[in-house]
């Protein structure tokens, strides 16, 4: 239970009374209750935000003091991974096997090879120009609105705030209304590390208090994770104020199973790659590409995988599928299920009754007999729901991997590695894998078409946070 917001690195009292409960979705009970920002809140975060950023000492500190203070975060987050785990679970459903390593112990990740990257960065470069020495410094970009979707919470907090923290910016940090509990409480770390006043804000919130601070004069950058319509409504605002801005979006993935790949092995893979945290992750393997020669095959190996899975309480270390994070997405996700019915695909397993009395839970479904225009292969489900269609060549296949408005992430499955990059290298979108589908964290991450603008992590992630200033010189320096 909270009643203050974390403003300007200071626990002060909100602007309304306004209060977001959290339910459980596997007891459907509540289990917190932060404040609701309001647009008055946003306009003192930012004030403060711009005030520290303008006037005060986080920007013009040495890049090692920066260093510092975030490797006092990273520590002190480290001692409580477990406990965040646990509360991400609580919050949104994630099997806490996936919450302990994709959720807290990511966030600790990303923490220290942001720490490495900034040590190595090069903040100040000096060249050999045409009229003389150059020199290149990467300034802080200003004040970021960090914005952030519930499916993996920490995970995607950190490759905004972290990147800014260390290249000088101030933020303010805007979590899902649906998971704002673990936010505050890294608000609470944040607090007793100990930066200056103003660097930080997280303010809970829905869509007024997303688009109060994405349009407030006093922003410099907006860096967003959600849905594409979002996405979109985000860019055309700060295209008319000329802002900053990097879009993290949805994905519609195609996994090329080749003729020549290992059934069994890429099944396997697909367990993870493709249902990963309930099947709410953008780079889900959700549309599978496979020939009429091996079809039936991966329609039962695919089936067999699926129907095995342990669907329970997230809590509990052997659950692979949770609950999905809300009533609304369950539905969602149930009225696409039924959408692929009416359109004429075939249910293999799976379907729209429920698997257990309480919580809002949706059997793994897996869809045959589809085809690439049909909804359910053209729109982000964002669960665990998994399509079949049917390539007749390898052109064939990349053609329909490549018919989507998404690009995020790929992948193809073949015994031959060689092949398999020649594959990758057709396909429009941002990651791909072969035999394979991670994220690589030390790597850059983004997608083409509607599927962002920008990349987070790696070198480039950090790039995204500063302003190339040039100077030139008439003498040379000694």
């Known amino acids: 239970m909270y009643d203050d917001l974390f403003i300007g690195g200071r626990w002060r009292k909100p602007a309304t009374s306004e209060r977001i409960s959290v339910i459980s979705p596997h007891t459907e009970e509540p289990i917190g209750e932060v404040p609701h920002a309001s647009p008055a809140d946003v306009d003192r975060a930012v004030q403060a935000a711009r005030a520290a950023f303008d006037e005060g000492p986080w920007p013009r500190l040495d890049v ?7 490797e006092r975060l990273a520590a002190l987050y480290a001692e409580h991974t477990d406990e965040m785990a646990d509360l991400i679970t609580a919050e949104m459903g994630s099997p806490r096997s996936f919450s302990r390593m994709g959720q807290a112990t990511g966030a600790v990740a990303q923490m220290y090879l942001n720490i490495d990257l900034a040590r190595d960065f090069p903040w100040v470069e000096r060249r050999l120009g045409l009229f003389g020495d150059a020199h290149i410094r990467r300034a802080p970009v200003g004040v970021v609105a960090a914005i952030v979707p519930w499916n993996v919470p920490q995970f995607l907090i950190m490759p905004k705030l972290i990147p800014a923290l260390l290249a000088g910016c101030t933020v303010v940090v805007k979590p899902a209304p649906e998971t704002p509990i673990d936010a505050m409480w890294l608000a609470e770390m944040l607090d007793e590390i100990g930066l ?8 809970p919130g ?15 950058k907006v860096a967003f994770t959600g849905s594409s319509a979002t996405g979109q409504r985000i860019a055309a605002i700060c295209g008319e104020q000329l802002k900053r801005v990097s879009l993290e979006l949805g994905g519609k993935s195609a996994a090329i199973i080749l003729d020549d790949a290992d059934i069994d092995h890429t099944v396997e893979q697909l367990r993870t790659a493709s249902l990963m945290n309930n099947g709410q992750a953008c780079v889900a393997q959700t549309r599978i590409l496979v020939s009429p020669r091996r079809h039936d095959d991966v329609v039962d190996g695919l089936a067999t995988m699926m129907s095995g899975l342990n669907v329970g309480d997230p809590a509990d270390e052997t659950t692979d599928i949770g609950p999905l994070v809300s009533q609304r997405q369950q539905q969602r996700v149930l009225g696409y299920i039924r959408s692929g019915v009416e359109e004429g695909a075939r249910i293999v397993v799976g379907g729209t009754d429920s698997p257990r009395d309480r919580g809002w839970y949706v059997r793994p479904t897996l869809f045959a007999d589809a085809t690439n225009k049909m909804t359910i292969a053209r729109e982000e489900i964002f669960g665990p ?6 390539y007749h060549d390898e052109d064939d296949a990349v053609r329909i991997a490549n018919d989507s408005d998404y690009g995020l992430a790929g992948s193809v499955w073949t015994a031959d590695t060689a092949h398999g990059l020649q594959i990758a290298a057709r396909i429009r979108t941002g990651t791909y894998g072969v035999n394979m589908y991670t994220l690589d964290t030390t790597m850059p991450f983004g997608g083409f078409k509607k599927s962002g603008i920008g990349r987070e992590f790696g070198v480039e992630g950090l790039s995204e946070y500063v302003e190339l200033q040039t100077t030139i010189c008439a003498e040379p320096l000694s």
Request: without cysteine; aromatic residues 0%.
């Open 385 to 390: 729901v998994l399509t079949v269609l049917t």
């Open 196 to 203: 200056p006043e103003g660097v930080v804000s997280i303010l």
């Open 64 to 70: 090692d003091e920066r260093i510092a203070a975030v």
């Open 206 to 220: 829905g869509r007024e208090t997303g688009e109060a601070l994405v349009r407030h004069p006093g922003v410099d």
